[in-house]
């Protein structure tokens, strides 16, 4: 059976575990693992030994963490795991992007496979299976990694799939997404396509230089470079992205 399937990768990963130390490493990993959570429980959350976590408990939704992906996907492909794939993806995309640290991504309708195994042996060892494998995952890192900014894009076969249901994309997506040109590397784009929001509503200008502030920092922040045309191309289609929210007013 297909499900719905929200894929992300974080970028500048590489330089973020090449200039820091493993211990810092593994601080800003937990962040992520915290802000991962915070998407699957919809920001609720519970009393823990320090402070409070996030509230998984009603959480349909699965999620593996690889290295710098992060997969969303459903159990089914029923309507009430369409509508909490896109809650749990739509915070976590605006989350990263516009806070802590920024991805790519693509939502898909496709096949998954997920397989889990632990054994550990008494000599220490361990051998685990944590596996997601299937032609939808694989279309999703496709349609991320073709992606030339800091956003995340509807594939074809999730809004074919709305249309199928008698769905108008247009007001089913409403608030999560909008059309635009996404930027795409070597490619020329001249349609607009379905993408996540990363801002509920417009900005004025001082809102609009905020966040952009706070995209320009995120791109930055642990030792990550932006001095390289690649990732100053990426930063640029970002915020030329979230300009498309100004709303002309000071």
Not at 93 to 118: L, M, S, T
């Amino acid at each position: 059976m297909n499900r719905f399937i929200a894929y992300f990768d974080y970028l500048g990963f590489k330089k973020f575990i090449e200039n820091n130390t493993l211990d810092y490493q593994k601080r800003i990993v937990v962040n992520n693992f915290r802000d991962i959570e915070n998407a699957l429980g919809k920001g609720k959350t519970k009393p823990a030994k320090y402070g409070v976590i996030a509230d998984l408990s009603e959480s349909k939704i699965n999620c593996i963490n690889f290295s710098d992906t992060v997969v969303f996907w459903t159990n089914d492909d029923s309507i009430d795991s369409l509508i909490e794939i896109l809650e749990v993806a739509h915070k976590f995309n605006w989350q990263a992007i516009d806070f802590f640290f920024p991805v790519r991504g693509a939502i898909v309708y496709g096949e998954i496979v997920y397989i889990d195994f632990k054994q550990k042996n008494s000599a220490g060892g361990v051998y685990n299976i944590n596996s997601v494998f299937g032609k939808g995952l694989v279309k999703a890192h496709e349609k991320a990694e073709m992606q030339h900014w800091a956003g995340t894009v509807f594939d074809e076969s999730f809004i074919n799939e709305l249309v199928s249901r008698g769905y108008n994309p247009a007001d089913f997506l409403e608030p999560f997404a909008k059309k635009y040109k996404v930027p795409y590397k070597n490619k020329e784009n001249n349609k607009k396509e379905y993408v996540m929001n990363i801002i509920q509503g417009t900005l004025n200008s001082v809102a609009l230089k905020n966040y952009g502030d706070g995209i320009k920092s995120n791109f930055s922040s642990y030792n990550k470079s932006i001095d390289n045309k690649d990732v100053q191309e990426k930063l640029s289609n970002t915020l030329k992205f979230l300009e498309s929210y100004y709303n002309g007013e000071e």
